[in-house]
Nanobody, 124 residues
Framework: QVQLVESGGGLVQTGGSLRLSCAAS????????IGWFHEAPGKEREGVSC????????YYVDSVKGRFTISRDDAKNTAYLQMNNLKPEDSGLYFC?????????????????WGQGTQVTVSS
């Protein structure tokens, strides 16, 4: 069964850090581009960061540049989103997706096969 499971969210103060994980099972993540998406309360889900299959191309939405870092560890079949200097507006659900190319993920995904997500709450 093909599955992506997000984890690593939590409650942090403004300026704090979290590392989100996206664990793949049932398929090899090294064959896919990976994207992270953010759904703020009452807002449309948006692409935060995506990385191509070979790390040739990386996308960040302007609001997280210099603060967030996407990475992948294909040996562990897991992708990560390191989130530093968190702000209250970063709060919400975070989801990961995998697809054949980065263009099919960011800034808007071609598909909407969303999992449970992981909750991030940043207090002011």
């Amino acid at each position: 069964q093909v599955q992506l499971v997000e984890s690593g969210g939590g409650l942090v103060q403004t300026g704090g850090s979290l590392r989100l994980s996206c664990a793949a099972s049932g398929f090899s993540l090294n064959r896919y581009a990976i994207g992270w998406f953010h759904e703020a309360p009452g807002k449309e889900r948006e692409g935060v960061s995506c990385v191509s299959r070979t790390n040739d191309t990386i996308y960040y939405v302007d609001s997280v540049k210099g603060r967030f870092t996407i990475s992948r560890d294909d040996a562990k079949n897991t992708a990560y989103l390191q989130m530093n200097n968190l702000k209250p507006e970063d709060s919400g659900l975070y989801f990961c997706l995998a697809d054949s190319t980065i263009e099919r993920l960011c800034p808007k995904p071609a598909y909407n096969w969303w999992g449970q997500g992981t909750q991030v709450t940043v207090s002011s």
